[in-house]
């Protein structure tokens, strides 16, 4: 549901000063021990990707050392993805200075390409969180999940395609921008801003395809076959397919947990025009939703847990949100603001129950033909 209106503009004021501290002081304390954990972050990353593909291979042996090979690998690819890659692209350690430590350089263990997730994720999402028609990610033209869209017959079985995107996960973020762009197809949008040539994002396109898949496919199952012989070439690709999968459902189910809760809201992209720094702030926090539990969990999601935090402050390091948090949940309660915060299962059940929900026309609802 879209919310109408804002709070006055005293309470607005108010608001955003406070925040505005809450990121300064934080910004303030960023150094060396910010530094020391994302390498540390790193190194535990590195450590478990090469772990996990030394140990797949020992499956040879016994099945037990296969499948904690592809445990490890898949934890590996969710740090690389979640703490690491997410983080550093939104340029969180950009200051450090380090030559593979930045937004610029990073290149992610996924199919879709960094810059491509950068142009739709960093700037698109973030500057139009939820509002209708302009921010992409708001079920990713897959998904109808407000009575602020209109129905269509297709909608009824959403709720099998999502099982679908939760499983393909990594492709849907490497097709997002280009079904966007219409590059394969329909006709090319007459309104794009593409800041490159439709050529160049289909040929990104591909190349960040061909090396993941290769990576994963081709290469590390053949190193196995020529180590422990031609059974282990199967065993090497079905594992590598597993830990992709591990890490699809995961980063699916915590994305969607951050902005398609019960309590979540839309805009008007009109309610939007001229924004104040206080009203950006509050349409950040009623379009997310942050998820609560220990420091291990909130590391595996790439503290995309406190995905309130994240989006009023992106460019902060990741690892400082569950300190904010505390402070933005009391700024929020001072200021009679919603703050969206609960377990990750009762979340999770309302992202569910909320696909199921809008799978299906109410009596208000704008209901558009197949042809539409």
């Not at 505390?326 to 703050?339: D, F, G, L, T």
């Amino acid at each position: 549901m879209i919310r109408q209106g804002y709070p006055s503009p005293d309470t607005l004021l108010s608001f955003e000063r406070q925040l505005n501290t809450i990121r300064e002081n934080a910004m303030s304390e960023v150094g060396q021990q910010d530094a020391d954990y994302i390498r540390r972050v790193i190194r535990v990353q590195r450590a478990s990707a090469l772990l996990g593909r030394v140990i797949m291979v020992l499956g040879f042996f016994s099945p037990v050392w296969w499948l904690l090979g592809v445990a490890l690998l898949g934890l590996a690819k969710i740090l690389d993805n979640m703490e690491i890659g997410h983080n550093v692209m939104h340029g969180q350690y950009d200051w450090m200075n380090d030559p593979h430590i930045n937004s610029r350089r990073f290149e992610w263990d996924i199919v879709g390409d960094a810059d491509s997730w950068k142009r739709v994720h960093n700037y698109e999402h973030h500057t139009y969180t939820n509002i209708i028609g302009k921010d992409r990610d708001f079920g990713y033209g897959v998904l109808r999940l407000s009575d602020d869209l209109p129905w269509r017959p297709k909608n009824r079985w959403q709720i099998f395609s999502y099982a679908a995107l939760s499983l393909l996960f990594q492709w849907g973020v490497a097709y997002h921008e280009v079904a966007g762009e219409r590059i394969f197809v329909g006709k090319p949008k007459k309104d794009s801003k593409l800041p490159i040539s439709r050529n160049q994002l289909k040929n990104d396109f591909f190349q960040k395809i061909r090396k993941s898949t290769f990576k994963d496919y081709v290469f590390f199952p053949l190193v196995a076959g020529l180590i422990a012989g031609a059974p282990m070439i199967l065993a090497v690709l079905a594992g590598n397919a597993i830990a992709n999968l591990i890490r699809n459902i995961w980063t699916s189910t915590v994305i969607f947990c951050g902005h398609f809760t019960e309590d979540v809201h839309t805009f008007n992209e009109a309610d939007c025009e001229n924004e104040t720094r206080g009203q950006w702030y509050y349409r950040q926090i009623l379009g997310s939703s942050n998820l609560e539990g220990p420091v291990w969990f909130h590391i595996l999601t790439g503290h995309l847990s406190c995905q309130i935090e994240h989006h009023l402050f992106p460019d902060v390091p990741a690892y400082r949100y569950r300190e904010m948090a505390k402070q933005v949940r009391q700024v929020c309660a001072e200021h009679n603001i919603p703050y969206n915060s609960g377990s990750f299962l009762s979340q999770y059940v309302t992202v569910v129950q909320r696909i199921w929900k809008y799978s299906f026309p109410t009596k208000n609802t704008v209901t558009e033909s197949p042809a539409n």
